[in-house]
């Protein structure tokens, strides 16, 4: 029993291929026909077509991430990639732009979410459009898998769970620290505090934590208050990105301080900035959270379209640097 999107494709590559004949037959050479699967670009002139519910504009991962997807979905692959990014992060442009590519039938819809809720309905009518929907970084709270096809992330819980594990290490009789935080709500967020929050030692005493909204200028601002509120007796930061973690040396060094020395700064994401700023000690530990997942996702679509049973949750390897050395190692090879 075909599914309405596998009907629309078998039906798209049909008549692709009887085009293709009469041009063959018109000029004498073999017709390409090809049936293969979604996204192989092998000649059937049939590219898969996807829409990219993207954030846009954000920071220097969301930058490398949403280029990594458009180049892994390109033409050459097979596949039509229609991108659109949010209007300033808003969540109801990014609704009317997944709406809109249900009602012009795409293929597949790839979705980087600006907010965790408010995503059931236009799902449930992906669903009933049988139009397979791939999560990509962001999850949806309360998370429901029956209302989309995977979920492709790093994992959140066991990246900030790491620095924790750093932190315990670092700090054997506990320290004060700050959490500079994500837009609130946000999986991402909320999975950052999850894993660090079940790690952490009981010494540690949380001083603060507050969202910086993934922001370098948000973060100084925000973490300038927090130490002149206490004296400047902070001596951790975690951070949950690289550019909040940036901020928050900005501020040290404004108090007369020294990050690294003074107040050690975690931060997640592993942008070259951040190991930069490794490598020359101002932040102390960066745990990636790899961005560069377009394959995968590329992968996943593919079954999906073929049918194939596809895992819910798919985890992206990630990596941590603790050191300016391994910073100053891996630098050269950074990809983003
Ligand atoms: O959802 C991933 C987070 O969003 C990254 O850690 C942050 O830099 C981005 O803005």
Redesign the pocket.
């Known amino acids: 029993m075909f599914t309405t999107a596998q009907v629309r494709r078998i039906a798209a590559v049909a008549v692709a291929g009887a085009m293709a004949i009469s041009l063959a037959a018109c000029s004498g050479g073999s017709g390409s026909g090809s049936t293969d699967s979604a996204g192989s670009g092998s000649g059937d002139g049939e590219l898969t077509t996807v829409g990219f519910v993207a954030v846009g504009p954000?920071?220097g991962?969301?930058t490398a991430n949403e280029q990594n997807i458009q180049d892994s979905f390109s033409k050459e692959n097979g596949f039509d990639l229609k991108y659109a990014p949010a209007t300033n992060g808003d969540q109801n442009s990014q609704i009317t732009a997944f709406t809109s590519f249900i009602d012009e039938g795409v293929d597949a819809i790839i979705l980087s979410a600006t907010e965790a809720t408010g995503w059931d309905s236009v799902l449930k009518r992906a669903q009933e459009a049988e139009i397979p929907v791939v999560l990509l970084?962001?999850g949806i709270e309360p998370n429901d898998p029956s209302l989309y096809t995977s979920h492709i992330a790093p994992d959140n819980v066991g990246i900030s769970a790491s620095a924790a594990e750093w932190a315990n290490a670092q700090f054997p009789s506990g320290a004060k620290y700050v959490v500079l935080e994500?837009p609130p709500g946000l999986s991402?967020v909320n999975d950052r505090n999850k894993g660090w929050d079940s790690t952490i030692d009981a010494n540690f005493t949380k001083l603060e934590s507050q969202s910086a909204n993934?922001s370098t200028e948000d973060a100084k601002s925000v973490f300038e208050t927090i130490l002149k509120a206490n004296n400047n007796d902070v001596q951790l930061v975690f951070a949950?990105?690289?550019?909040m973690g940036l901020g928050a040396a900005l501020a040290v060094e404004e108090a007369g301080l020294k990050p690294g020395t003074d107040v050690k700064i975690i931060t997640?994401?592993g942008t070259k900035a951040a190991l930069e700023a490794l490598a020359a000690g101002r932040l102390s530990f960066v745990a990636e959270?790899n961005p560069l997942f377009g394959d995968t996702a590329i992968g996943v679509v593919k079954d999906a379209l073929d049918g194939k049973t596809v895992e819910s949750d798919i985890v992206v390897p990630s990596v941590t640097f603790d050191s300016p050395a391994a910073a100053t190692e891996a630098l050269p090879t950074r990809k983003y």
């Open positions: 954000e920071g991962w969301r970084d962001r994500g991402v993934w949950q990105n690289d550019e997640i994401d959270y």
